[in-house]
């Protein structure tokens, strides 16, 4: 009985350390970003925190936490105490102004480019030599063709895609009906949604499912570097959508936890030459001209258009194209 | 605690033993702290929205189709269990081949390897140029990102429970019966059909109920292998995570109300076909 | 679950293939096995077999420096305590119930019964949500939790809560039948004789359930150290902080790391292989105390 209570009171004792552990912990900053910035956040967190060091002369740890662009965001607004939030979507930051006023509502206006740090867009993956003769976003209606997306209802990336097929549509003039009719015969072609930009790329590259992926430039580039430049082809198409990740402060978490100089510091950085410079290394594209111009061999130019300016506010096209009920859910529904 | 005691009112003769009060009591409040309440938590949030709203959330075409493939698969998934699960028993309580040890032991692989790991393994197996896979593809059948995979990830979390129920009722079958039905000059198929099978019956179906209310939930092992197509491969519980993903909490908990009811009473039914089992065998487990 | 056979000496089969009577052809025989040995082969052996040769796929090298990293080294440390807290909390919980159930009959037994499996078969998904819906931000105790600086989801506490939760049923689902089974002469016998409560639990009850007991002990554990779906949406993802071993394999498997996310894979089958080996041991000392009061 002896032993027994005396575990109890060791297993207590550890449950409330851990309790406090999360508490106590300071000068560290949590990023809670989307699912696949792992690998630029972590060349970055060190980077930044060897500037803070030589600026202040203290030290900071940064931790992430990846996920779905919106399920952080959930996360962010159910309680996760992330002191920064940098996602692919401005509706997953706009959420956490409305539900409980958790970022400034101005949070836009406080860092340059509508506080985004860097760009990237919609690209096509294909197999080595392109068997298929995939070159624009018309290709990809053809009946019988393999087209692998990430799930437009979990993911941002798949969000992109259908509004980069949308509006690819839009921008040569074509009518709602005319991008409607063609985007249900692009997911006509889908046989699997992953949840996950991962998740689609795994599908199409390790399952040999589908003759195209279509995801985010830097993705499309990770995989060609990691997976085997002989096997995967980047293939860019006539006009493709501009995808700006947004960044911002938890302001509530960092006036709570008192980390607000560092997290801003963190995001100004994002914006700094050496921020930029680490950002256009993963093969983001930099905001910076001078960085751009550094990198200028990765970022082949492509005409890209904005959300804001070809379909109308975010607040309005999310809704409209993906809420239950909305146009995606009509599309795949009725097909 | 002698009020909760005195509302279950245990009958007289059972009283001899100390500690009805206390470990009732304690059982009570621990069920209630860590299941009942939060429980109701699910219930209480789905209640935000109206009657004609919870029925339109939850009776949406795609989580209608998603409840036919949770469902059907599950059933189709526990209804292979039977038949093969009923196989793999029979075969290690009555035949000796080599390796049985290592096949008993490894029938509870399932409840020990974590559903994602299986979810991956078995994606990398079934996927078109995976081990099985490859084999399957050239005859025209697709398993991994189809409904088929679905059903592969439930069949594979599902294959303890049958196996684990018949398995003590066969050890424990009296050779007697058989011989006097042999002696009788009965078949050896129709000795199975009569005699062998209704004993068998309560803890099959105890197999089959219980290998089908776990299929339903699962999430980890599904997700990896299902494809995720709407109206064709999305599970029920995707569908609540695809409303959380759009901050819905109270659509998902209304889909979640749906599931919670069904297991309910799916569990309620396998401990009174438990009971029946109990009764039938004359067995006091 | 697998409760009966627990105590349960395993039959000789010879019993069987000897007696003309409980005797199969030999076609009959060879499709039974055949069947019973393919379907074995396609649905266990083979995802195990998969899991090793993808982890070591890359050598041992590789395999090494995977477990070794510090992540997964943080996410191995949090797997262990949170089976460290959840399980003997369940065990408590066990054996408590088991007692109020088995050796006492009362009104709504059989609904009390159900209720305590309910954890088995609820989604472990929805038993991620009602934790965020309870402790979350804007959950029940949100802002109390808030104020008093107490987190429970995106942090350890939640991990263990869901844990908890999803293992819940485990020990007292194999303690109540076994204990049913064994009747309550001996524990009344024992209380005519003057002995009190504990002494008769401890002495009389306890070595009689230990191994049913420690059967559902390692039963827990498996369940509570490969959790995925609950502990998912109640961890928060935080790198070296709030990632289980579950949880590692997923991330890693996202960062095209396949060669380590199997390597932190195998290391929870090989924990399943261990809780296989161990439940065999147990048996087998089952059946020998069985053969021994007999």
Redesign the interface.
């Known amino acids: 009985m002896n032993t027994r209570s005396l ?2 009171r060791s ?1 207590l004792a ?2 409330i350390a ?2 406090s ?3 106590a912990a300071q000068s560290t900053l ?1 990023n809670a970003s989307y ?1 696949v910035s ?2 630029l956040y972590k060349d970055v967190n060190p980077a930044f925190g060897a500037a803070w060091k030589a600026k202040t002369g203290k030290d900071v740890t940064v ?5 779905g662009s919106s399920k952080q965001a959930m ?1 962010v ?5 992330a002191d920064v939030v940098t996602m692919n979507q401005s509706t997953d930051i706009d959420i956490l102004v409305e ?2 006023g958790l970022v400034a509502a101005d949070w836009r206006d406080r860092y340059p480019h509508q506080a985004t740090p860097y760009t990237t867009t919609s690209v096509f993956l294909v197999r080595k030599g392109n068997p298929k003769n995939i070159k624009d976003w018309a290709d990809l209606a053809r009946p019988g063709l393999g087209v692998i997306v990430p799930n437009p209802k979990t993911s941002g990336n798949g969000r992109y895609t259908w509004l980069a097929a949308w509006g690819s549509v839009k921008a040569q003039g074509g009518s709602d009906a005319d991008a409607q009719a063609f985007v249900s015969k692009v997911f006509a072609n889908v046989p699997v949604l992953d949840g ?1 930009g ?2 689609a ?2 599908t199409f590259t ?1 399952r040999d499912v589908g003759d195209v992926l279509v995801t985010f430039e830097n993705e499309a580039a990770l995989i060609a570097r ?2 085997g430049a002989d096997k995967f082809e980047v293939v860019y198409p006539s006009i493709s959508i501009d995808a700006s990740a947004p960044v911002a402060v938890v302001e509530s978490v960092a006036a709570k936890r008192g980390t607000a100089a560092e997290a801003r510091a963190y995001l100004d950085f994002l914006f700094s030459e050496d921020g930029q410079r680490i950002i256009a290394k993963h093969y983001f594209r930099p905001r910076s001209e001078k960085v751009l111009a550094e990198f200028a061999d990765r970022f082949p130019p492509i005409k890209t258009f904005k959300v804001e300016e070809l379909l109308g506010p975010w607040k309005e096209v999310h809704p409209k194209h993906f809420a239950d009920g909305g146009l995606y859910d009509k599309t795949v529904v009725n097909r | 605690m002698s009020a909760v005691a005195a ?5 007289r003769q ?1 009283r ?5 009060g ?3 009591g ?2 009570l409040v ?2 209630s702290l ?6 109701s ?2 219930f209480l ?1 789905s209640a935000e929205l109206s009657l004609a709203q919870f029925w339109d959330v939850v009776t949406a075409p795609r989580v209608v189709a998603s409840y036919k493939l949770s469902f059907g698969a599950s059933l189709l998934a526990a209804a292979i269990n039977a038949v ?1 699960g009923l ?2 028993a ?8 080599p390796g ?2 290592l ?16 979810g ?3 994606t ?2 079934y996927a078109g140029n995976g ?2 896979g490859s084999l399957l593809e050239p005859l025209g059948i697709k398993v991994a990102f189809t409904p088929l995979g679905v059903l ?1 990830a439930l ?2 979390i599902g ?3 049958v196996v ?2 018949v ?3 066969l ?2 079958l009296e ?1 007697e019966l ?2 006097a ?3 009788l000059g009965a078949h ?1 198929w129709t000795t199975f059909r009569r005699v062998i099978l209704p004993i068998l019956t309560p803890a099959l179906l105890t197999g089959f109920a ?1 290998a089908f ?2 299929a ?5 092992s599904v997700i990896f292998i299902a494809g995720n197509m709407p109206m064709v491969s999305e599970i ?2 995707l569908m ?2 695809t409303k ?1 993903e759009q901050y819905d ?1 109270v659509g ?2 209304a889909i ?1 109300v749906v ?2 009811v069904l ?2 009473v ?3 039914v ?3 076909l438990q ?1 029946w089992s109990a009764k039938a065998t004359g ?3 | ?5 627990v105590l ?1 000496g ?2 000789d ?5 000897t ?4 005797r ?2 030999p076609w ?2 060879r499709t ?2 055949g ?3 393919a ?2 082969a ?7 077999v ?2 090793f040769f ?1 982890a070591l796929r890359k050598g041992w090298g590789t395999y090494l420096t995977a477990l070794s990293d510090a992540d997964a080294l943080a996410a191995i440390k949090l797997t262990l ?1 949170t089976a ?2 959840a399980v ?1 909390l369940n065990l408590v ?1 066990g054996v ?2 088991a ?3 088995a ?6 037994k ?17 038993a991620g ?12 105790f ?1 802002e109390w939790l ?1 104020a008093h ?3 429970i ?5 939640g991990i ?2 869901a844990t ?2 999803v293992t ?1 049923p485990f020990v007292a689902r194999e303690l109540i ?2 204990m ?2 064994q ?2 002469e001996e ?2 016998a024992a ?2 004789l003057g002995a ?2 504990f002494q ?2 401890w002495r009389v009850t306890l070595p009689n359930i230990k191994w049913g007991l420690l059967y559902g002990v390692i ?1 827990c554990n ?2 509570a ?5 609950a502990v ?1 949406v109640v961890s ?6 709030t990632n289980t ?2 949880l590692h ?3 890693l ?4 790391n ?1 060669a380590a ?2 390597a932190v ?1 195998s290391l ?2 090989l ?3 261990v ?3 161990l ?2 041991f147990i048996e087998w000392k089952a059946s020998q105390a069985v053969k021994e009061t007999d």
């Open positions: 575990t109890l297993l550890a449950a851990s309790l552990f999360g508490a949590l699912d792992r690998e931790n992430q936490s990846h996920g996360s607004a159910a309680g996760l105490e539900r409980g996950g991962r998740g790329t795994t390790q990691e997976l | 509302f279950f009112n245990p009958t059972t001899v033993l100390p500690g009805f206390l470990s009732i304690y059982t621990y069920l860590l299941v009942l309440i939060p429980l938590a699910v949030k093969f196989a793999l029979w075969a290690l309580v009555r035949y000796r081949f049985k040890k096949i008993d032991a490894l029938v509870d692989l399932p409840f020990a390897l974590p559903t994602a790991v299986a991956i393994a078995l990398a197996l081990w099985v592969v069949v594979f294959v303890p429970f684990r129920t398995q003590p009722i050890e424990d050779t058989e011989e039905a042999a002696s050896r219980l209310a776990r339903v939930g699962e999430y980890g029920t519980p609540i995570i959380l909490y998902a908990t979640a599931m919670l297991s309910f799916l569990l309620l396998i401990n009174l009971a067995r006091n487990r | 679950m697998a409760v009966a056979g349960h395993r039959v089969a010879r019993r069987f293939e007696n003309a009577a409980t199969e052809s009959v025989r039974i096995l069947a019973a040995l379907f074995f396609l649905f266990l052996l083979l995802p195990l998969a899991v993808e305590i460290l807290v003997p919980f408590a119930a007692w109020a159930i050796k006492f009959q009362f009104r709504g059989h609904f009390l019964t159900t209720l305590i499996d309910l954890p088995f078969s609820v989604s472990p998904v929805i949500l009602i934790f965020v819906l309870l402790f979350g931000a804007q959950g029940w949100g808030s600086d107490i987190k989801v995106f942090a350890v506490p263990v809560l908890v939760f819940f039948p076994l049913e089974a009747g309550r524990e009344e209380t005519v009190n409560g008769t639990f039963l498996a369940r150290m490969g959790e995925f779906g998912s928060g993802h935080i790198r070296g902080l071993m579950p394999v997923e991330i498997y996202n960062e095209y396949f996310a199997f894979a929870l089958a924990l399943a292989l809780t296989l080996g439940k065999t």
